[in-house]
DNA sequence: TATTGACTCTCACGTTACGTCATACCTTAT
DNA sequence: ATAAGGTATGACGTAACGTGAGAGTCAATA
């Protein structure tokens, strides 16, 4: 019951041409070759390569598994623990690249914070009885907890008038952007829209990093209260209901 | 005061070919060239060879690099929060690496240290009556011929007791992992379930090769027969109905 | 000034583990 | 007999350079 490459590999799962240059550079040969130059293979070639595979996963290179293949029990364990710790290097330069774009994104937002000033409106200075309003509204619908909105006023703790216009700046630019979007009729779902979103949350992750239902939430607040509305109806009449609807399939698809 | 290549190449810590290799992609251009073809950088392009370098090291590659450096900091926002889910990624299938390993290496050990062997359930030596069942029911729905099962069943004519336990064996292994991605919610087209099953089609190709509709109707016969559904239920009681998924997926994308 | 050593240039092939044609032969079923 | 599908052997492409080869250039020294 000899296996033609085809067959050998769809039972392993890889390709036709894996198996020719396997054969090539001598990894796995077949168990013998038809005279028509056909290469079959059987059981035994078909256990050493899920071995080969095995190793593959590993990110073994295939000069060093063709070595393990030959190699008894103990030097399998030896060379298995010596992966172990390029593996382990790996981990942590990954992790630590982890930090390093993390402090990267917060020190882009700092400058874009920081960027040139236009005027588009006001400086709108914190109203404290609204705000806690809002606060209200989003600790009673479960949205944030206290101690988020605590771990977000931290975060604006030292601003100064100059990072609230740049932060209302970024805000406006955003939702003209948007507006913009409504008026050439974009749907919600469309790529450009979710990318502006994809801005608000990150804009809003600043703060706080909502998942799928908080920031789903989060844009319910924006209809139920008439201060957002009346802002967004700033820039265009239908956009809270625009946004609202872009943030939910956001949240859907990416949270 | 303008750096030659070897200079700019000792201070950033890349070689002369890498400049010579960016200048060739259009990643990064000299200042000027001199009448004698000679490649002259000044501070800025010191500059942007920095953080081409930065983002170099964060496994970038130069194409993406390439269209970030002419981005503004929204998208370089963008880029760098989507490259670190790709890290997390890579960090995840790491350490999933890892575990393999030392369970491989623990194996291994086992093995050499003595020809063990683990009790994870009694042997089930057949009951003929239940297999003419299941034979009948294969026969009818035309997944299995005569002669099929005649071959299968010379496979294991000379097994010994130790075979049918190390048969079993692999089996509950499986089983096991399968339950524990029921547990994990993980969609049975997902790649790692689809990997298990892999294993399930592999070990079932040891006795007969199915084809997409024969592997599917086996499928069915684990839901119609209550002894299949027992023994699967004593994994997890909604193994078979997950197993039943996912092999008709298997079949359909490979068979 | 001539020479030497360090530096520069432009090809161009090698690397890894295959993917992707191109072209031609073989097998099997209708 | 013809068509469909499998198989074989090239041979080029990939990513990001490393490593020469052969030839011209520059700066310092004898």
């Known amino acids: 019951m000899a296996y033609t490459v085809k067959k050998l590999a769809q039972i392993s799962g890889v390709s036709v041409r894996t198996l020719h240059f396997y054969d090539e550079i001598g990894l796995l040969k077949p168990a013998y070759y038809g005279e028509n130059k056909y290469r079959y293979y059987e059981e035994e070639q078909l256990l050493l390569l899920q071995q080969i595979l095995f190793f593959r996963e590993l990110k073994f290179n295939l000069n060093d598994i063709q070595r393990i293949m030959g190699s008894d029990d103990f030097d399998k364990i030896d060379t298995l623990l010596a992966h172990k710790k390029i593996l382990k290097d790996d981990l942590s330069r990954i992790q630590s690249m982890l930090r390093t774009i993390d402090k990267t994104v917060s020190h882009l937002w700092g400058k874009t914070k920081m960027s040139e000033q236009e005027i588009f409106d006001g400086v709108r200075p914190h109203d404290d009885k609204k705000q806690k309003d809002y606060e209200t509204y989003l600790l009673d619908k479960k949205i944030m907890t206290q101690k988020d ?64 239902e908080t920031y789903i939430g989060l844009g319910n607040l924006y209809r139920e209260h008439p201060d957002f509305q009346k802002y967004y109806a700033k820039f265009h009449p239908q956009l809270v209901e625009f946004l609202i609807k872009a943030m939910k399939i956001f949240a859907e698809r990416n949270l």
Chains 1, 2 share one sequence.
């Open 149 to 212: 909105l605590e771990q977000s006023w931290k975060r604006v703790e030292n601003w100064q008038k100059e990072d609230w216009e740049k932060f209302h700046k970024s805000g406006d630019e955003l939702n003209q952007s948007l507006a913009v979007a409504v008026e050439k009729n974009l749907a919600p779902e469309s790529a450009e829209v979710q990318k502006l979103i994809r801005r608000h949350y990150e804009m809003v992750n600043y703060f706080w990093t909502p998942n799928k």
